[in-house]
């Protein structure tokens, strides 16, 4: 807890986690703040006018309503594809640094073919396959199977350093099992370093998502920011000036990685006591 | 031999590892689209298949199947089952089939396009996507270090106001910031052109109208890539310099007296390394989204050629466009993992005293 | 002439909040041509910083507070950083530091590290000419000069390391030089190798004067003509080594002496013992002895009475009760 007292007194640290709060209370109460609705309620593209602060889309839908689905669905992406793609990562990267040798090698090379490739590619590659039946949910797993592999990168270099320490060995001569070890001793060593992790992988997975959407191979049930960019760039909206139909977007989208990249960075600032003035 | 030289032996590990990795990613290139058990042909024949007779359909149907490679043959002649309908052959030999067209440099033919083969669309969109994202992401590199390692010496007003703006545009994905661009400059101030890689009216010529058409579609783009690919190196690098800074050698070389511009030199040298490792980790992620910007722009790379292939589920192209970018992204991973091998004495030693990786 | 004057130097750095910790105080001895002074403390006892004062360099965050370092006559004071990186470092104080295997920059080969430095101090001079000297004077040092002064530092032993920062700290014949623990992480063999050339450089006439930092007493007998104990930041005790080592006066010498393992003739029956307690923290404003805290033979008036410098037995001793 001292070190959320230390985060605290970071400027960055605040600022960052109060714009995440910000749209996370956006997310979760904004369907009780305003009204929300997909349905038609005016003309095309209708500038912003009265209650509907933020315009009409092609179809005449209300973009307030549009921006808070749309945050839902990138937040609910960016949380699932986090989780999948730190939990794997993590593993893979604990178990690899930690046994050493062959096992090592092996994961290392699995690794970095995972590093290499773009997942943006394996991305389109699996989506386009799925004609029908792309949802939130898929896409989140998708997108967490592929991008784990930074993760374990970084987490390997961490664990390889840390079973030299004492209380790993002692436990390995106390005859503690790999996994006990891992869960007990690791972890919680590497936890702050995980959670750090942690918020790359959201703030990635909401941009893997935005760009899959943006292609046109986003979800089919739902709207997330990624499809309401995708959206305005079919219609030309971009050409004709209808700034209503992608800046909220664009805006609300920078506004989180920038959020997430800034939590980050003050973390490491505590973290690492060489980074402070 | 090979000990005599241990940056050769460097050269070779590295390329075999990319070899592998290449094996893995054209199998899975092929695979994945199966996944969803689509028939490609079952899409074009929708097309095709109106107003002809069953029998014309029929044959129709045969012809793009052997075309796509999709059934059985044995010398030439397509094998059918008892009710005289073509067998259809298995994923594994329509993966034999593949590489054996892929090596006689025939990636299919393009649905949308038809006839036009696949190779053509690609080669259509290669060259401006490499002269839109070649000199891009090297200058951002380069410019973006240089000024994180300024940052990270020179510290105070400098940092204070050039730290969060540089963190600010290196959390924008590169599309994000076109479309912002496109908005200012090219709807609201009408400075410049919103999309196409240059005027409408004009064909691809070596003429000095061409170029210049080119050239002034060319800044958008470009500013939308570049911006945000050096803001994200020069928030890493300062972070870098900064840790160097704190180095024994560092503070031998103030001790020495050494000019301060030389001591720059030095923390550069040292912390563009790590700085080129992680350009070769982030690669993939940045070509991705400078692809996706070229979409935006509707500039008539790689990307517009996926966009509108994935739009229109023109399977083959997409495939060889996914080929493509991976093949491209191993490659510039190849140079630079060979460029860190010469630039540090370290690599080097490490294998010379046999050290593993 | 002293060759090297020290005048009630203090120095101070910054913190981060603003606060003054007073690093040095007080620091006066001069050193005449040709002569070796060992210091010698605790960590933390403030010889880094000192070290960085007598080179003349006062960068942010530390700060003079008083006093005065002059070398051959020449004040060091009140001069622009340029000025003390052009004439002062490595022409007139030149310092060989600690840990010495990773001074090296890492991407450099040494001939080029070298090559800078002549090239930082010496206007108009060509880089053959350079290469020359460089090559003449590393062949003083017994190494492979060709090799060492082509490699990168990574193929270099830790001790061709050391000698190539002994050499290139030392290329430009420094009037004085500062040796900051030039062999704690080194095995005793090379150890031996590292004095030795140190000596050798001596006797060449390539410098005169040093200062020799360490911890390791028992060194410092071998090397030093005078030893000077730094503790929080004042010198408590200056004499002659054998003085020093055989016959402290300052309770914090006898102390040290004491706490040492070593096979010293004189020494052997003494049981090496730790001294109890920390060196105070110089944040906070001192009063009186500092040593008072873990002084075995304190006294009252030690907590409240500013001690200064006597000579007792003839050497310098801060202590009113000494003798």
Request: aromatic share 10%; glycine share 10%; with cysteine.
């Amino acid at each position: 807890m001292k070190l959320l007292k230390n985060l605290l007194k970071s400027p960055m640290f605040v600022f960052g986690i109060s714009l995440l709060l910000l749209t996370i209370i956006l997310a979760v109460f904004g369907s009780s703040i305003f009204t929300v609705t997909m349905d038609r309620v005016g003309q095309q593209y209708a500038a912003p006018h009265g209650k509907y602060f933020l315009g009409l889309d092609d179809l005449g839908r209300d973009y307030v309503s549009l921006m808070i689905r749309g945050l839902q669905s990138s937040l609910y992406v960016g949380l699932l594809a986090g989780v999948i793609a730190t939990v794997i990562g993590t593993f893979v990267g604990i178990y690899g640094g930690f046994k050493g040798g062959w096992v090592d090698d092996l994961l290392n090379m699995f690794t970095n073919i995972f590093i290499v490739i773009p997942s943006f590619v394996i991305l389109i590659l699996i989506s386009s396959s799925f004609s029908e039946g792309r949802s939130l949910t898929l896409i989140g797993i998708i997108i967490g199977l592929t991008t784990w592999s930074w993760t374990a990168r970084a987490v390997r270099a961490q664990s390889s350093a840390i079973k030299t320490k004492d209380h790993i060995i002692l436990a390995k001569l106390n005859g503690a099992n790999t996994v006990k070890i891992i869960l007990v001793h690791i972890l919680p060593y590497l936890a702050s370093y995980v959670f750090m992790v942690f918020i790359l992988q959201v703030a990635s997975g909401i941009l893997s998502e935005a760009s899959i959407s943006m292609i046109g191979l986003g979800p089919l049930d739902t709207v997330s920011l990624g499809t309401i960019l995708n959206q305005a760039k079919n219609t030309g909206a971009l050409g004709d000036g209808v700034w209503w139909a992608f800046i909220p977007a664009t805006v609300v989208i920078t506004v989180i990685v920038f959020a997430l990249y800034l939590i980050n960075t003050s973390m490491e600032g505590v973290f690492n006591p060489r980074l402070r003035k | 031999m090979l000990k005599k030289y241990p940056t050769l032996r460097y050269i070779l590990q590295r390329g075999g590892w990319y070899f592998i990795t290449f094996i893995i990613a054209v199998t899975i290139n092929f695979f994945l689209p199966r996944l969803g058990n689509n028939n490609p042909v079952d899409i074009i024949m929708g097309k095709a298949s109106s107003g002809l007779s069953t029998e014309a359909a029929r044959e129709k149907e045969e012809s793009y199947l052997v075309e796509f490679g999709l059934v059985k043959k044995v010398k030439g002649e397509i094998v059918r089952d008892e009710l005289g309908r073509p067998v259809k052959s298995s994923s594994f030999e329509q993966f034999v089939n593949y590489i054996k067209m892929c090596f006689m440099g025939d990636f299919g033919t393009s649905f949308q396009k038809y006839p036009k083969k696949v190779l053509d669309v690609i080669l259509d969109a290669v060259p401006w996507t490499i002269a839109l994202q070649l000199p891009t992401i090297i200058f951002g590199w380069i410019i973006g270090n240089v000024l994180g390692v300024l940052a990270a010496y020179r510290r105070g007003i400098f940092d204070r106001v050039f730290f969060p703006s540089a963190m600010l545009l290196s959390s924008i994905p590169f599309f994000v910031f076109g479309m912002l661009l496109v908005y200012c400059f090219a709807v609201v101030w009408g400075v410049f052109p919103a999309m196409g890689g240059y005027a409408g009216d004009l064909v691809p010529s070596f003429s000095w109208a061409f170029f210049s058409s080119a050239g002034y579609h060319y800044i958008l783009p470009f500013f939308s890539i570049f911006l945000c690919l050096a803001g994200g190196q020069a928030i890493g690098m300062r972070s870098m310099g900064i840790y160097e800074l704190g180095t024994d050698y560092i503070k031998y070389a103030q001790w020495l007296g050494l000019k301060g511009n030389r001591i720059l030199g030095y923390i550069f040298r040292n912390a563009m390394l790590p700085q080129l490792t992680g350009l070769a980790l982030s690669l993939g992620t940045m070509i991705s989204g400078a692809l996706i910007t070229e979409m935006i722009f509707s500039y008539p790379g790689l990307g517009m050629a996926m966009l509108t292939a994935i739009q229109n589920n023109d399977y083959p192209v997409i495939q060889g466009g996914t080929l493509i970018i991976t093949v491209s992204v191993l490659i510039a991973n190849f140079t630079v993992d060979i460029l860190i091998g010469f630039l540090d004495p370290r690599v080097k030693a490490g294998l010379q005293m046999g050290k593993g990786n | 002439m002293a060759i090297f004057e020290v005048d009630n130097l203090s120095l101070h750095y910054l913190t981060r909040f603003g606060k003054k910790v007073h690093s040095v105080t007080g620091v006066s001895f001069t050193m005449e041509k040709g002569e070796i002074l060992g210091i010698a403390g605790e960590s933390g006892c403030g010889k880094s910083t000192l070290v960085n004062g007598l080179m003349g360099l006062f960068i942010p965050p530390l700060y003079p507070t008083a006093g005065d370092v002059r070398v051959a006559g020449e004040s060091l004071m009140n001069r622009s950083p340029e000025d003390i990186r052009q004439n002062v470092l490595c022409r007139k104080v030149s310092m060989i530091p600690q840990g010495a295997f990773n001074a090296l920059n890492p991407t450099r080969k040494v001939k080029d590290i070298a090559a800078d430095v002549m090239a930082a101090h010496m206007k108009g001079i060509d880089r053959k000419e350079i290469y020359e000297r460089l090559n003449q004077r590393f062949d003083l040092f017994g190494m492979d000069t060709k090799r060492v002064l082509n490699s990168f530092p990574v193929t270099l032993t830790a001790g061709e390391r050391q000698r190539s920062v002994i050499g290139i700290s030392t290329l430009l014949n420094p009037q004085m030089v500062i040796a900051d623990e030039p062999t704690s992480a080194l095995d005793v063999t090379t150890q031996k190798v590292v004095i030795k050339m140190i000596f050798d450089l001596l006797d060449k006439g390539i410098f005169s004067t040093m200062i020799f930092i360490t911890h390791e007493l028992p060194l410092l007998r071998h090397v030093a003509d005078n030893i000077a104990i730094m503790y929080a930041g004042q010198f408590v005790e200056v004499g002659t080594a054998d003085q020093i080592v055989f016959d402290p006066r300052h309770p914090y010498t006898k102390a040290l002496m004491g706490a040492m393992l070593s096979a010293e003739p004189g020494q052997k029956q003494k049981k090496p013992t730790a001294i109890e307690g920390a060196p105070p923290n110089l944040a906070n404003e001192q009063k009186g002895c500092r040593f008072a805290e873990r002084c075995p033979c304190v006294k009252d008036s030690c907590h409240t009475n500013e001690q200064e410098i006597r000579m007792v037995a003839g050497r310098q001793v801060r202590c009113e009760y000494a003798e």
